[in-house]
């Protein structure tokens, strides 16, 4: 009997929300925060001047990334968070206290909060700061995947950790990555499936980097997941290559955790599942432009009826692949 995986409409973001904002209005600067973050009130120092805050701040469903800058002395309090949440001052000093504790943090070390307990912080005059803020059911599903298995009780995640160097980093600079995007209108995180790898590689890196209850099976040795789960992937891509799968969706078709199925795939297909999945996409898309009349079809909407969100990054792996360029394929003699 052929094995059976369950179809499900994988769920993607909407088009991210990226907003700007700059002014001199506690109140307007109030509701972009409340908007994007929490419920807080805002206060400042007597004497310290009038106020100035500049947010740049993208949202990818349950993942808000914000780059925040403060003029002058700034008191944020939040009554109680309902989220997982990240601040690494970039310019300047945070001072916060949380669930007992309280944390002095400069740049590159980075002050944790979790949900459930309220959140004091006060930074200085002309202080810049990254804010991540990932919502609580999201962050523990993503661990849950990547275990493969249900998790039951807090994370303990720590007051404070150093982004400087080794894993922490790295996540640092993918947080700058997605900053950096908040200028460009037409940025490839745009695209919602794009918005999706990116929000599911910020979650996972970040589960990784940091300490917590789970971190030593998360990192520890690996079981590869058996042939027969394996091959119900290598179907499911076959069957809909389109599809805007994720490693998560892919996994849950194993019925396996995330790194089960990598390593499945490592052993059994050698390559990584994602890296299948494109490259059976690259296969359907050359099949339909050998096939195609170039008068009446063109490479991008070839490109992005197999999943291909980005013309450029699909013409180069194409070419990687093939050894001539998609219009190339489409122009050559039937």
Not at 272 to 299: H, I
Request: overall charge negative; glycine content about 8%; aromatic content about 8%.
């Amino acid at each position: 009997m052929a094995d059976v995986y369950p179809r499900f409409a994988p769920v993607l973001p909407d088009v991210p929300d990226i907003v700007h904002f700059t002014g001199a209005n506690i109140d307007e600067a109030r509701s972009v925060l409340n908007r994007f973050f929490y419920p807080v009130a805002v206060g400042m120092p007597e004497g310290s001047g009038d106020f100035q805050l500049e947010v740049g701040v993208i949202q990818l469903g349950p993942l808000t990334v914000g780059q925040l800058s403060f003029a002058n002395p700034v008191t944020l309090l939040v009554a109680e968070l309902d989220a997982y949440h990240v601040s690494i001052p970039t310019a300047g000093h945070l001072h916060a206290r949380h669930a007992g504790h309280e944390v002095v943090a400069g740049p590159s070390t980075g002050v944790i909060f979790g949900p459930g307990s309220p959140v004091y912080t006060s930074r200085e005059a002309d202080s810049v700061e990254l804010a991540v803020k990932v919502e609580r059911k999201a962050l523990e599903a993503e661990l849950s995947g990547l275990l493969g298995r249900p998790i039951e009780g807090s994370l303990g995640l720590p007051p404070e950790v150093d982004f400087s160097t080794g894993p922490g980093y790295s996540w640092i600079r993918l947080i700058r990555l997605l900053c950096d995007e908040l200028e460009y209108e037409s940025s490839l995180f745009s695209e919602p499936a794009m918005a999706e790898q990116l929000r599911s590689t910020i979650l996972s890196g970040l589960l990784l980097c940091l300490p917590h209850r789970y971190h030593a099976e998360l990192t520890g040795p690996v079981t590869a997941g058996p042939p027969r789960a394996i091959r119900r992937v290598v179907d499911a891509i076959q069957s809909e290559p389109e599809r805007a799968f994720t490693v998560s969706d892919l996994a849950r078709i194993a019925n396996m955790s995330v790194r089960s199925l990598q390593e499945g795939f490592r052993r059994h297909v050698g390559t990584a599942p994602m890296t299948y999945l494109q490259q059976v996409r690259l296969g359907r898309a050359q099949e339909a432009l050998r096939r195609a009349d170039p008068v009446r079809v063109t490479v991008a909407a070839v490109a992005h009826r197999w999943g291909f969100a980005h013309l450029g990054r699909f013409a180069s792996a194409y070419r990687a692949r093939f050894g001539e360029s998609p219009s190339e394929t489409l122009r050559s003699p039937r």
